[in-house]
Each structure stands twice: as structure tokens, then as C-alpha cells.
């Protein structure tokens, strides 16, 4: 009964020390889920996971062109070394090195046109239609390198590697099937950008209450100014996407991309001075 | 015995007061005979109370959200005109970014410079 009675302090003690920690704990537990983000949606889910994707193919893209890189240097030091010596020793080499280099090569293409393909999935402002035509000829290219990637592996002999370097030809139109794509996504992030600014043009105007009838006269000029430069920039881009319809018009886009999209570019960046401007009247 | 006896003519002191002196410190230092009898507990308090704060405060460290190191800008301003900015400004501000990063001019996709001839002599 005594011992009892000297360790009712003790008890005390712990229980409220106890409690005190576990409402620390409640706390922190609380502050760690409010600084998520109350609700995400799987839209947002989507685009986080496609860049990360993005990022991750960037990354093996850089490796695998890098790698490429030095077999090219090795398969180049084998190549000069079999035409100066011509022994069996270099052309031994020479095949392993070649082989080497051509399966490097498939691969940094394989990636380049998955970062292609990844990025033009991403992009919002294509047409579907195209967007579909041009994300299937990239799989068909891809699942097609993949393919002579995997026979060349099986092959030993200098006429077998030969014959998959001759097969390889088919590939060299590659180049230009990415300028059409990269002519594509530069004229859809301009698309992306008219068709964000459009919305915010009428939710300012909503805001500074350009339709009421006591609106200043500057404000209704300059919110004018700015629907014109709006509609010059939707014209450039109707225009731009009229032409790349036609065939093999978006590799001359490419090839003058500045000189093309420019017009577009200085439509966009004017209006978006000009609501800048609007939001003065404020 | 004539030693201490020595150290006992300590005339500063008088005679009936050593004893409560002693009684006093005794009782302040042994912790553990207080325990257990229950008498005397400040200092058991005192000790537990530092000890609770001491933790507390790690505790409350650790949970406590961690602060992003800040970022050295070189236009500070504008991220604050940023922050204080109305929606349709931060609208404007976004859109005036991603056309930057549309520019025409820069391409960081191109096609890789890669040899389409390999092949033997």
C-alpha cells in the first residue's frame, strides 16, 4: 500500500509526458499532410508522371548518344588501322567494332525517338489527327530499330553485320521525320500559349467590365488593340497550320523555323504586353 | 581522534547550528531515499520537467515542416511581385514564361549528328 502511494507521482509523471508526446506526434502528423495538395487530379497525375518519363528518357538519351560516341572513335581507329595494315587481326577488330558502333547507334536512335514520341504525346496544341499519324510513325520506327537492334546481336560474321548495315538504309529518312516533329512541337507550344491567352483576354475583360456601357474609352480602345493582335496571331497560326498539311512542308518549316513562327511569336508576345497593359485599368 | 578534534575548533561556526546545515544539504542531495519515502520530490520534479522540455523541443524540431533552403535569386522583387500579384496577373506572368520557352530560336531537341555510312572498306 505504501509503495503504491510513493509511485502515484511517477505515474503521473509518465502519463502526462506520455500524453503531451502523442499530441506532439498528432501535430506533426497533421502539419505534414497539410502541406500536400488537398486534391490532385488524374490529369495532373498523368502530366507529373509524363515528365518524369521525359526526364528519364532525356537522360538515357544523353547516355546512350555519349556511349555511341566513343564506340564511332573505336570503330574509327579499327577502320584506319584494317586499311593501313590489312592483316586478319585488324579485320577481326574491325567487325567486332563495327558491330559494336551499329548496335550503339540503333540504340541512340531508339531513345531519341522515344524523347520524340514522349514529347509530342505531352504537347496540347495539335491537331489529334496529326498528333496520331505522326506518334504512330515514331512507334513504327522504334519497334523497327528495336527490331535490327536484336538481329544484329545474333550476328557474328563480317558478311552478316554487312548485311544488317545494308538493311540499316531504310532508317536514313529518320532525320527528316524528326524535323517534322520538331516543327510540330515548336508550332504547338505557340498553339498552347494563343489558346491560354484567350480565355484570360475575356476573363480580364469580365474583370475591368469592358462590355458595361460606363467603361472608359481607353480601356474599350486598348482591350480592342488587344482582340486584334489576338486575331493576327490566330491568323499566322490558321495559316501556318494550313501549310503544314501540304507535303513535306513541315521540314521547310524546320529548316526556317525562326522566319516562320516568328510573326506568330511577336503576335503573342505583343498581346501579352498589351494585357499586362489592361490590367493598369484596374 | 586529536586531529579531528583539530578541525572541530572551528569557532565561525556555532555548535548547535552544524547540525541543521548538515540536515538541510543531506536532504537536497540524496534523491533516491526521497523516492522512495515520498518526502521531499522538487528536485525529482525539476529534473523531470528538463529533461520533458529538453525532448519536447527535439520533437518538436523534427516535426516541425522543414523550411526549403532559400534560394539566392538575382531578382528577388519580382518573385514577390509574383506572389503579391492578382490571379489574371499570375496568368499573364505564366503564359510571358512558357512564350520564352516557345521561342523559335532555341531548339534543345535536335536531331543527333550520328553516321548513316558506317560500313567496311
Known sequence: MKNKKNLRPLFLISLFVLSFLFSILLLGVT??????PAVKTDLIWQKERLEEDIAKTRQNYSQSLEDYRNQERFYIIAYDQHVSLKTLASLEDLVIKTKAVSLSRDQALINYLELLKLNLYASEGVELLLKNQYLGLLEEKINGLKKHRQELEGKNSQKEVQS???DFVQYTDLDKISEQVLALLALSRLQRIYDLALPLKKDIDKFLDVGESSALSALLRA????????SQAQNNLNLLWEKSKRANSLE???RNLTKELNPVYINLSQSLAYLEELMDFK | MARK???DQDQTVFVDQAPLWQKASQDKIDLKSNLTR???LKPFYFLMAGIFLIFAFYII????????KRVVLVEPE?????????PLEQRINFLKEDLKAADPTRQTLAFPNINFEISFP
Open chain 1, 31 to 36: 502539419l505534414v499532410k497539410a502541406e500536400e
Open chain 1, 252 to 254: 521547310s518549316i524546320y
Open chain 2, 38 to 40: 515520498n518526502k521531499n
Open chain 1, 164 to 166: 544488317s548495315l545494308d
Open chain 2, 78 to 86: 519580382v518573385d514577390e511581385e509574383i506572389l503579391e500579384a492578382h
Open chain 2, 5 to 7: 578534534n583539530l578541525f
Open chain 2, 61 to 68: 524540431i523534427v516535426f516541425l515542416p522543414k523550411r526549403e
Open chain 1, 223 to 230: 482591350s480592342e488593340e488587344t482582340d486584334k493582335t489576338l
